[in-house]
Nanobody, 119 residues
Framework: QVQLVESGGGLVQAGGSLRLSCAAS????????MGWYRQAPGKQRELVTT???????NYADSVKGRFTISRDNAKNTVYLQMNSLKPEDTAVYYC?????????????WGQGTQVTVSS
């Protein structure tokens, strides 16, 4: 059983910063790509950013230059540093990870953490 637990969401004023964390636990052999997605009210879930096991990163155009993804493989944790936040960044942020245990590989999702940016 694998779990992803997110933390770090909250309410912040426009221009402010937040740092999200997502820790994986359970039966884990290897974590491949990890990433963050978000879903705003009335909208579909969208990709924010991903990071591979060798630290190759990819960002949505809307967050380039403002958000930074990183990972600590020793802690099975991925982070999202969000700077210069805008009201349009308001959403539930979900962590995703592609994880191998000793029998299979699967994608896992966290429970989501709310980020609200006030104008």
């Amino acid at each position: 059983q694998v779990q992803l637990v997110e933390s770090g969401g909250g309410l912040v004023q426009a221009g402010g910063s937040l740092r999200l964390s997502c820790a994986a636990s359970g039966t884990i052999f290897r974590i491949n790509a990890m990433g963050w997605y978000r879903q705003a009210p009335g909208k579909q879930r969208e990709l924010v950013t991903t990071i591979t096991s060798d630290d190759y990163t990819n960002y949505a155009d809307s967050v380039k230059g403002r958000f930074t993804i990183s990972r600590d493989n020793a802690k099975n944790t991925v982070y999202l540093q969000m700077n210069s936040l805008k009201p349009e960044d308001t959403a539930v942020y979900y962590c995703n990870a592609n994880i191998e245990n000793y029998n299979y590989t699967s994608n896992y999702w966290g429970q989501g953490t709310q980020v609200t940016v006030s104008s």
